[in-house]
């Protein structure tokens, strides 16, 4: 019988998440960074095309566990998740994306300014371990036992139900904690998403080659490629413009008066940088999107 979910044994498992907030983002990078895969409707195994990986969509919170023990040997997920299973894995590189804080809270109307007042009282968290890890000092030092109660989802109605004095929660924008009526009185940890992998995997060359790719598509979204003429007398001006990551290619022109220069520049910067060339009076100034890189 063909198991539409089996993988080759010989395979590199590659965890990613298979819902919320890290999941269209990491399949658009994968995308980016050539790593295809063809996946069955339902099912959370699927074969990459021409690389030797399996993919295995699991939720986000359990892929730092799988990783740690072995059973996957590669995960993209959040350093709050790392931290929170409290697993030893290779930290092979940032991603980038997935930046927020894990913060603990309470209700904007108990005035509270001091964490340590929360000590030995009621705290909800998807976070238990760091939870109790944060609270821990306090507890120690004030003799009480902080309560801390695992919910998985839905965290920031605990004190609004009563069922909490204060949560630990996720906040990026602070939409969804100004909407219970909860503000932050301290920080936990900041976190992003990540590729991790596990200390002892034998598929360390396909995890270079992702790590690579990876990076290569990062680069690409982040530069683009600033293409422009400028006269021989003012490239000195333009190059300090526009130095390049490494330094800019110059290429002479057929006049023999002018050079054309072409630069990685960051994308965020690259108005300011148009506006610079042109101000010193470089001309036919062209931006080129970049989808790919290795540098
Ligand atoms: N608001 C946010 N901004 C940025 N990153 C976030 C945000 N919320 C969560 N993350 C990151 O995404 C990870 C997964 O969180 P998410 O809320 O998507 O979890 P989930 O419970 O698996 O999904 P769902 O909420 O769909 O059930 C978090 O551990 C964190 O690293
Ligand atoms: O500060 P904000 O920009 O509002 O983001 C923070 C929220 O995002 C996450 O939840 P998500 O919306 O992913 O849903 P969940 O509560 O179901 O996990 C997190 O748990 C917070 O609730």
């Known amino acids: 019988m063909d198991r539409k979910n089996s993988s080759p044994p010989e395979n590199c498992r590659f965890a990613i998440p298979k819902k919320g907030r890290l999941h269209d983002k990491i399949l658009q990078m994968l995308k980016g960074s050539g790593i295809e895969f063809r996946r069955e409707p339902r099912l959370d195994v699927a074969l990459c095309v021409d690389l030797p990986i399996t993919l295995v969509f699991l939720p986000a919170s359990d892929i730092a566990k799988y990783v740690g023990e072995g059973n996957i040997d590669l995960g993209i997920t959040g350093l709050d998740i790392v931290k929170e299973s409290q697993v030893e894995v290779d930290h092979v590189m940032d991603l980038g994306f997935g930046k927020c804080k894990l913060c603990v809270q309470v209700p904007s109307d108990d005035n509270i300014t001091d964490v340590s007042t929360l000590a030995g009282k009621r705290i909800v968290t998807s976070f238990p371990e760091l939870t109790k890890q944060f609270f821990q000092p306090f507890d120690d030092e004030l003799g009480v036992e902080t309560k801390v109660k695992f919910v998985s989802g839905s965290v920031e109605a605990a004190c609004g139900l009563g069922l909490a004095d204060g949560i630990v929660d996720l906040v990026e924008t602070?939409?969804?904690?100004?909407?219970?009526?909860?503000?932050?009185?301290?920080?936990?940890?900041?976190?992003?998403?990540?590729?991790?992998?596990?200390?002892?995997?034998?598929?360390?060359?396909?995890?270079?080659?992702?790590?690579?790719?990876?990076?290569?598509?990062?680069?690409?979204?982040?530069?683009?490629?600033?293409?422009?003429?400028?006269?021989?007398?003012?490239?000195?001006?333009?190059?300090?413009?526009?130095?390049?990551?490494?330094?800019?290619?110059?290429?002479?022109?057929?006049?023999?008066?002018?050079?054309?220069?072409?630069?990685?520049?960051?994308?965020?910067?690259?108005?300011q940088k148009m506006d610079a060339l042109h101000d010193i009076g470089a001309t036919d100034i062209l931006v080129l999107d970049i989808s790919n890189s290795r540098m």
Request: aromatic share 4%; hydrophobic share 45%.
């Open 174 to 271: 602070g939409t969804t904690m100004r909407a219970a009526g909860l503000e932050v009185v301290a920080d936990i940890i900041s976190t992003q998403a990540m590729l991790i992998a596990n200390t002892h995997t034998k598929h360390i060359d396909i995890i270079h080659l992702i790590k690579r790719r990876l990076e290569g598509y990062i680069t690409a979204t982040k530069y683009v490629m600033l293409v422009y003429n400028v006269s021989n007398e003012l490239v000195e001006r333009a190059v300090a413009i526009t130095p390049g990551k490494r330094s800019p290619t110059i290429t002479a022109l057929d006049d023999g008066n002018s050079k054309a220069v072409s630069s990685l520049v960051l994308a965020k910067e690259v108005n």
